[in-house]
């Protein structure tokens, strides 16, 4: 019954994602847009989620086996957060960052080559393929969410310094709280990121005698790993805050990004 039905479900959700994106960035200039940034944003979401349903009922197992299946579960999970407490707040300043990125995501999902069967790796490297994944998304989850408030902190850094305050201005939480949570959300990823990296380098060595494997998603990775822990560092170290904390964490969250859809298609070994 499903058969077929991913793709059109998933296309109307991208559909929806841009209107509201366009909407959401309207914000930044007037006002007016706000209804229909909220309920486009969640009706998309709403068909977003009964795309990955209707993947995983499809398929019978994770949607973790190739970048197609990747890119719909991980624009999922950077929205859901912000549907969850838009509902909750009414406060959408975060949206006019995230719903470009999820827009942009999901179209990219949509042209890229449709996932096969799941490999066939045995019960111990499988269980570390979908640790892996799963656990290095989430530190995504919390690291793009850091650059997303690194980046509200920029624009009410900039409303303040140029008294040009922009219909946003109002919406956005103090410089303090946005630079405390940022902070927090690479305290929360870091970790997550760097237990990621290990299973994968784990199924690495089980799977090919090498713990090491020369793969420029492997180095950009580890790329990543050490911007984040120097962050954090430097933050611990020196109480390091404030727009040049900021900048790092928007030149961060674009390194993921690009890792995610550049870098991935050198590699030789990684699916997604």
Partial sequence: MTAGLVTPVAGGAAVLYTLGAVAHLTLFFRRGYEGLARWSTRAAWAAHTTALALLV?????APV???YEVSLLLAWLLLTPYVTVEYVKHNQS?????TPIIAA???????????????NLGAHPERLVLWHVGVTLL?????????VAG?????????LRRKAFSPLYHALPSLEWLDQTAGRMVAIGFPLLTLGVTAGLTFASRTWSTFWPAD???LFTLLLWLTYGSYLVMRKARQWGGRWAAWWMVGAGTAILVNYFVINMASGVHRF
């Fill in 94 to 98: 975060a949206g006019s960052f995230l």
């Fill in 139 to 147: 530190g995504y989850l919390f690291l793009l969410g850091a650059s």
């Fill in 57 to 61: 009922a499809e398929s019978g197992r």
């Fill in 65 to 67: 086996y190739s970048l």
């Fill in 151 to 159: 980046a509200l902190y920029l624009v009410q850094d900039r409303n």
């Fill in 105 to 119: 995501v999901l179209v990219m999902s949509l042209i890229l080559p449709r996932p096969g069967e799941a490999p």
């Fill in 216 to 218: 420029p998603k492997v």
